[in-house]
């Protein structure tokens, strides 16, 4: 269709790497997996510490304090555990979840992006580990999945402290450019004013 061909034209008419770019809840998916990944850390009572009720000091988070503080405490509620755990359970989350209602539209769309050499971002104001596997049925790899995180010490465990731009609204622009050495993207896709 119309999309194929300018995408054809897009690639014939480009030198050097191409990157397309796309958002992650309701654009590759119809739910929110920042958010269930959160439900489900909650439901199976993966982490100690919480608050007395998580889901809701986490929405009072995002309305009274900000969305951006609101995104980076999703991360920071996993410090001290082993990175390799959590994305582990990120897994058992999606399979937990499975099938996602994925959009087959895009599904289609990546796979012809990939046909044409182009490096597909995901680029999610969820936290990046809630993302990972949900981006695998996409063919995206965990590297090519931009999200909020917070930094990780030497022996893999999480900590509390932000890494890098808070991917949401302006923050997202920013963490593309950065991973792609300012390479900007000639295809992006997403289903808000803020993607």
Not at 10 to 24: C, I, Q
Not at 53 to 80: M, T
Not at 87 to 106: D, T
Not at 158 to 164: A, F, I, L, R
Request: hydrophobic share 40%; glycine share 8%.
């Amino acid at each position: 269709g119309k999309i194929s061909d300018a995408i054809d034209k897009a690639v014939s008419e480009t030198s050097g790497p191409l990157v397309a770019a796309f958002d992650a809840d309701g654009t590759l998916w119809d739910t929110d997996m920042g958010e269930k990944f959160f439900f489900h850390q909650i439901e199976q009572k993966l982490l100690k510490n919480l608050p007395a009720d998580p889901w809701e000091h986490y929405l009072r988070l995002k309305k009274e304090v900000s969305p951006q503080v609101a995104y980076l405490w999703l991360a920071q509620i996993n410090a001290g555990q082993p990175l390799k755990l959590v994305r582990k359970w990120s897994e058992e989350c999606v399979k937990a979840h499975s099938p996602l209602p994925i959009f087959k539209g895009q599904k289609r769309l990546i796979d012809l992006l990939h046909s044409k050499d182009v490096k597909v971002y995901v680029v999610t104001a969820s936290i990046k580990w809630s993302v990972e596997p949900a981006a695998a049925i996409y063919g995206i790899s965990p590297d090519r999945v931009l999200g909020i995180t917070t930094k990780i010490d030497g022996a893999g465990l999480v900590t509390t402290e932000q890494d890098g731009p808070i991917t949401w609204r302006e923050g997202k622009v920013e963490g593309l450019l950065r991973t792609t050495n300012g390479i900007r993207p000639f295809f992006c896709s997403g289903n808000t004013p803020g993607d």
